[in-house]
């Protein structure tokens, strides 16, 4: 319990250094020009883009958006901190991709925030919630409810922006968030799902050799004995 404590903690304080770091130039009232994702530079070597990216904000207005959002949904989270740590950069590195491959304004706007990790979180909460209303015997109705809320919110909401090319009530955030690049959510949806079961198949990957050695010592003589 208390290395676990000691994880989380550190990685909370990472979180907050990395977040004031890539967010200093609004409080100089610059421009995020050495932080923010631009394929360009990363390749001509700029590398530590790919880990400053996610932080990076335009404005202030941004950064208190996506800081709520994230936040809010990564404290639901029911997992061990390299599960929630893993969940974090699958879900921006699919964003990320997204963006790559099919955004045409990338090139010329570049891309931060973290909106993309966002909506992955989402979408896993929304397949978890769905997942465990059905272990529960009793039939309950806000699980899946609140399961297929937020699957609709994040996925449908992704494909959608996509189809329209525009961020869903774009009007209102009058001009604050920069360039949205739509494809950003869709891939960090995507990539939330993938997630999910990318860690079931590795807790259960853990799960088995524990089960297995338990197995094996109950049909030993000499566990038989030790008990």
Not at 51 to 79: E, G, K, N, W
Not at 82 to 100: I, K
Not at 183 to 207: C, E, P, R, W
Request: aromatic share 10%; charged share 10%.
């Amino acid at each position: 319990m208390k290395l676990y404590s000691h994880k989380n903690s550190l990685g909370k304080a990472a979180f907050i250094v990395m977040t004031i770091l890539c967010n200093s130039h609004l409080l100089l009232g610059l421009p995020p020009s050495w932080s923010l994702f631009r394929l360009d530079e990363v390749m001509h070597g700029q590398l530590w883009r790919l880990i400053t990216h996610p932080f990076t904000h335009v404005s202030f207005y941004h950064l208190t958006v996506d800081l709520t959002a994230t936040c809010m949904l990564f404290s639901q989270l029911r997992s061990s901190f390299v599960n929630r740590s893993l969940l974090f950069t699958l879900c921006s590195a699919a964003s990320l991709l997204s963006v790559v491959l099919f955004s045409p304004h990338l090139l010329t706007s570049g891309y931060c925030g973290l909106s993309g990790t966002a909506h992955g979180f989402m979408s896993y909460l929304g397949i978890q919630w769905l997942h465990d209303s059905f272990k529960i015997k009793e039939p309950r109705f806000i699980p899946p409810l609140s399961g297929m809320i937020f699957l609709i919110s994040s996925a449908g909401k992704s494909i959608f922006e996509v189809m329209t090319g525009e961020v869903l009530f774009s009007s209102l955030h009058m001009g604050e968030l920069g360039i949205p690049l739509v494809h950003a959510h869709l891939g960090g949806a995507m990539g939330g799902i993938l997630s999910y079961f990318v860690l079931q198949t590795l807790s259960s990957d853990n799960k088995q050799p524990d089960a297995t050695a338990h197995s094996r010592c109950i049909s030993s003589p000499s566990c038989d004995q030790a008990r």
